[in-house]
T-cell receptor
Framework: DAKTTQPTSMDCAEGRAANLPCNHS???????VYWYRQIHSQGPQYIIH???NNETNEMASLIITEDRKSSTLILPHATLRDTAVYYC?????????????FGSGTQLTVLP | SAVISQKPSRDICQRGTSLTIQCQVD?????MFWYRQQPGQSLTLIAT?????????ESGFVIDKFPISRPNLTFSTLTVSNMSPEDSSIYLC?????????????????FGPGTRLTVL
């Protein structure tokens, strides 16, 4: 699987949009971009995933650049409960392998 | 979705002993995984638990140290054998539910709450 690079930490004011970047410059054509987050003392939680097109769900939006070498997760109105470690993961869609490989992630702190 | 429970939620164990962690899912799932999260670190995959056959271990993890069982589609156990303080971690079970979301590739995995293990 392709390697990802994320900033170690970020702060965001409560109520503002949180934009979390991820670089995956070696991503291949059939690798998806997944985002998970881990709130302290809990198991990771799926947020969103995409291949080429931008995606939106009730939790977040995922913006993938045209060359697919980077992406941004957007939490439109961050709350204190969004404080967590956010992981960007690329995953190969072919074959039977489905295991997630976690990097070090971005610690997002939402400030009151 | 899938609701996952793990037992025990936490334990304190003596060096040289073994602990078996249980993972129970409320629905049938295709794949089950075991992860380890050492203090202050990210998650590391230990193995994929295969129903009715031996688990598939990642590099650095071996069956003698982390024997895994998966007797059916909703249950798995991970044993941490001959423990040392370096095994102090959170151990998490993760599952991939049956069926994809329509025709779109979907690898939404669900994670259990974890088992916090301290080895003295």
């Amino acid at each position: 699987d392709a390697k990802t690079t994320q900033p170690t930490s970020m702060d965001c004011a409560e109520g503002r949009a949180a934009n979390l970047p991820c670089n995956h410059s070696t991503i291949s054509g059939n690798e998806y971009v997944y985002w998970y987050r881990q709130i302290h003392s809990q198991g990771p939680q799926y947020i969103i995933h995409g291949l080429k097109n931008n995606e939106t769900n009730e939790m977040a939006s995922l913006i993938i650049t045209e060359d697919r070498k980077s992406s941004t997760l957007i939490l439109p109105h961050a709350t204190l409960r969004d404080t967590a470690v956010y992981y960007c993961i690329v995953l190969f869609s072919s074959g039977s392998a489905r295991q997630l490989t976690f990097g070090s992630g971005t610690q997002l702190t939402v400030l009151p | 979705s899938a609701v996952i429970s793990q037992k025990p939620s936490r334990d304190i164990c003596q060096r040289g002993t073994s602990l078996t962690i249980q993972c129970q899912v409320d629905s049938q799932v295709t794949m089950m995984f075991w992860y380890r999260q050492q203090p202050g670190q990210s998650l590391t995959l230990i193995a994929t638990a295969n129903q009715g056959s031996e688990a598939t271990y990642e590099s650095g993890f071996v069956i003698d140290k982390f024997p895994i069982s998966r007797p059916n589609l909703t249950f798995s156990t991970l044993t941490v054998s001959n423990m040392s303080p370096e095994d102090s971690s959170i151990y998490l079970c993760s599952v991939l539910p049956l069926g994809a979301s329509g025709n779109k590739f979907n690898n939404e995995q669900f994670f259990g709450p974890g088992t916090r293990l301290t080895v003295l």
